[in-house]
């Protein structure tokens, strides 16, 4: 912050520039009146009013693979009416932006495809979940045939017996995938199910039945296998949900206490929480003091002590003594609540590898299935192969071509690194900021509650000119020449408690309210200070740059300062109109872990900057207290924000503040950090990386997790690649299988899956 007297406010975004233009990310501290597009209610159930049309996110709850999102995309696609479509497979949800009176008919275009569509209720909510488990017997029934149809074969067994047998096990493992497989076919559409359907229909009809039975089994158990997988990332997040309980103990009007649903509580009401529970909804204490295990929304390690007028959260825990507490929000818009549905929007997001996946895959299957049918026909035709060899080839390159390991790894990895990001209080706005991360050359930071604890106290009293030093001068004495300490901290009182600069609340909080005078036309001056008239007289409390724009600035004043602004003290001065009557010192304590953040910092490669409206010298003396770079001083906000500028030809740059403060500077740097979110809307709606305390050792670990994610990223195209690869060239060889094929595809899967779900682990 500014080492001015008032507060600076703004909106920022903490896109790229580019981004930023293109208009494609959240904003940091963005108001409503900054909003680009009104949104406004429709009457139709679920569906708000946009500029382009009505857009109605629709659940689809068999949409959980890129082979279902692009049969819908190319549903939808060709009707005039759905101007256009976000498709967040994970929580398998297609935002449909589509024109009035027209929602049935996209209900009724994707119903045509096999699937169940649901829109949300009234209130924007889509009904719970509850998936019917499918019986395990027909997978194990067609697995024994299949095994049954093998054995029959190595034994020389009758070919019918071998037949009736994989028949069976095509049956009761591969009706499923049949039917998508027709439904693709129907819609033109090469995907996953209706290359399987081809290659086991070829493989009986050349009476490969061992073959044929095995593969459909072996698919069906592997889809089975990385729905699962799927599953344990898509619920990573809500599982958060569970934290909360189900009731809370709740005052009623007669003074009584009575066991309610939380979802029923309003916001005001009283709610008594008792050793060892978990609050189910956030509210600030109005009575009682105690300890809070605030782990689920912060990652801390420790409990924090709270008292009367402190803020608790919905899902952290109660851990030593009662108290009661007032709700400040309703069940559906805690915290946690926020949180929650803040990363399953940022799932929505494509990062630019999976942007890059989507694109590669659309051109991939077509020049695969080409090629497949090339190496079916032209042997044969041209070379006199033989058309069992070759047609056997082909529909192996078949099961090889679909791209689901390529396209399905990008979006789980992500996905789990923004719930593990979440579960240590640190929130991730969008897919983009987790992979980009890893980049970051330079992170500028504010100081005040940044770097230090943004709660500076008063130090040191001096009038000046020889004026009388008495500390027990009446306070009520003339307020013209002659004027004590008590007259002026008087005067800077009144002025500074008008503002809620850190600054101005430690000069305020000296003296107790009824020192406190009248100020008349009061005014804040960005980045320098505030004035007011006091019993009829002009007074300025400013900074160093205020004096020097007013001209009184003298050499002995000079020295007075530097010494000190060298002792880390920052200061602000009291005039009138015609001179400096005093000098008031405030000095902030460096929070211990930002030193230990710092080290972290630099151990990672990544060049830190102070830029604070502080002077220079205090700058210098914090940012050697905790080892940062460099440190620049009487920064104004547009000077922030050139500084963020020039360091944009080092590489990718990081700015952490409050969200609100320094806008210019958080709106220009690539990613932009706000501190302390917890509990604060605009920071957890609109930040690129919240941190959900004020600990500043979460950017370096949101760094480490961003290089974690980059490296599993590169390792799950390589895998995906590398298998397919491999196996189109055994099979170009004549050394390839079906099952091989099956291993190259949904193994391929599988180890994608489960090499991004590593993310998830502690």
């Known amino acids: 912050m500014d080492n001015s007297i008032s507060s600076c406010c703004g909106s920022a975004t903490g896109n790229t520039p580019q981004e930023k233009e293109q208009g494609n990310a959240p904003h940091i501290g963005e108001t409503s009146c900054c909003a680009a597009e009104p949104v406004i209610a429709s009457p139709l159930s679920g569906s708000v009013k946009t500029a382009d049309g009505l857009r109605t996110p629709i659940r689809i709850l068999q949409m959980d693979c890129p082979t279902e999102e692009a049969l819908i995309r190319k549903a939808l696609g060709e009707m005039s009416d759905v101007i256009s479509m976000e498709f967040n497979l994970m929580q398998r949800v297609l935002t449909v932006v589509h024109k009035e009176n027209s929602l049935e008919a996209v209900l009724d275009a994707i119903r045509s495809l096999g699937f169940e569509p649901e829109v949300p209720d009234a209130t924007g909510q889509h009904s719970a979940v509850v998936e019917s488990k499918k019986p395990w017997w027909p997978l194990a029934v067609a697995a024994v045939a299949a095994i049954a149809a093998e054995a029959v074969v190595w034994m020389g067994q009758p070919d019918l017996l071998a037949a009736v047998l994989a028949l069976v096990a095509v049956a009761c493992s591969g009706l499923t995938t049949y039917k998508k497989g027709w439904m693709a076919i129907r819609h033109a559409d090469l995907n996953i199910n209706a290359l399987m359907s081809i290659a086991v229909t070829g493989a009986l009809i050349l009476g490969q039945w061992p073959e044929a039975a095995m593969v459909m089994v072996l698919f069906t158990l592997a889809e089975l296998i990385e729905a699962k997988s799927l599953d344990r990332a898509r619920n990573a997040i809500s599982g958060l949900m569970q934290l909360t309980p189900d009731n809370a103990t709740v005052q009623q009007t007669d003074g009584s206490w009575q066991v309610v649903d939380a979802k029923s509580v309003l916001v005001g009401s009283i709610v008594r929480i008792k050793p060892g529970e978990r609050m189910g909804l956030d509210g600030q204490i109005i009575r009682g003091r105690s300890t809070v295990n605030q782990a689920p929304i912060t990652g801390e390690s420790l409990p924090v002590d709270k008292a009367e007028g402190d803020l608790v959260f919905a899902g952290t825990i109660n851990e030593a003594s009662a108290f009661e507490y007032r709700v400040t929000a309703a069940a559906n818009n805690t915290t946690l609540a926020r949180i929650i549905h803040a990363v399953e929007e940022a799932q929505g997001t494509k990062a630019p590898t999976q942007r890059f996946v989507d694109k590669f895959a659309r051109i991939y299957t077509p020049t695969v299935f080409a090629v497949a049918l090339g190496v ?387």
């Open 376 to 762: 079916a026909i032209l042997p044969p035709l041209l070379m006199a192969g033989l058309w069992f060899d070759w047609v056997y080839k082909a529909l192996v390159l078949l099961v090889i071509a679909c791209p689901c390991a390529l396209v399905i790894s990008t979006p789980v990895t992500i996905v789990s690194g923004l719930a593990a990001a979440a579960r240590r209080g640190i929130l991730i706005k969008g897919g983009v900021y987790l992979e980009t991360g890893h980049k970051l050359a330079w992170l500028a930071l504010d100081k005040t509650g940044t770097i230090t604890y943004g709660t500076p106290v008063l130090t040191d009293v001096e009038v000046c000119s020889g004026l009388s030093a008495a500390l027990n001068e009446d306070p009520g004495a003339g307020l013209n020449a002659g004027l004590g300490i008590e007259s002026c901290r008087r005067l800077a009182v009144s002025l500074a408690g008008r503002s809620d600069h850190p600054v101005s609340q430690a000069i305020a909080k000296s003296v107790g309210n009824e020192r406190h005078a009248d100020v008349d036309e009061f005014e804040a001056i960005s980045g320098r200070g505030v004035r007011g008239i006091i019993d009829g007289k002009l007074y300025s409390l400013g900074n160093h740059r205020l004096i020097e724009e007013l001209g009184m600035c003298t050499p002995d004043l000079e020295k007075r300062l530097d010494l000190l602004e060298r002792q880390g003290k920052s200061v602000v001065m009291l005039v009138d109109e015609q001179q400096v009557l005093a000098l008031f010192a405030v000095a902030d304590t460096v929070k211990e872990s930002s030193r230990e953040a710092i080290a972290e910092l630099h151990q990672l490669g990544i060049k830190t900057l102070m830029l604070t409206g502080d002077n220079q010298h205090t700058a210098t003396a914090i940012a050697q207290q905790v080892g940062i770079d460099q440190a620049r001083g009487n920064l104004l906000p547009e000077e922030k924000l050139a500084a963020i500028k020039a360091l944009e030809a080092d590489g990718m740059v990081g700015m952490v503040g409050d969200g609100i403060n320094d806008a210019p500077a958080l709106a220009r740097a690539h990613i932009g950090f706000a501190m302390g979110a917890m509990g604060t809307d605009t920071a957890i709606e609109t930040a690129d990386v919240a941190l959900m305390d004020d600990d500043l050792r979460k950017v370096s670990a949101f760094v480490r997790l961003s290089r974690n994610t980059r490296a599993i990223l590169i390792q799950n195209i390589a895998l995906a690649l590398g298998i397919k690869v491999v196996f189109l060239l055994l099979t170009l060889m004549g050394m390839g299988t079906m099952w091989m094929a099956v291993f190259a595809d949904m193994g391929a899967s599988l180890l994608v899956v489960g090499n991004g779900l590593r993310l998830l682990r502690k």
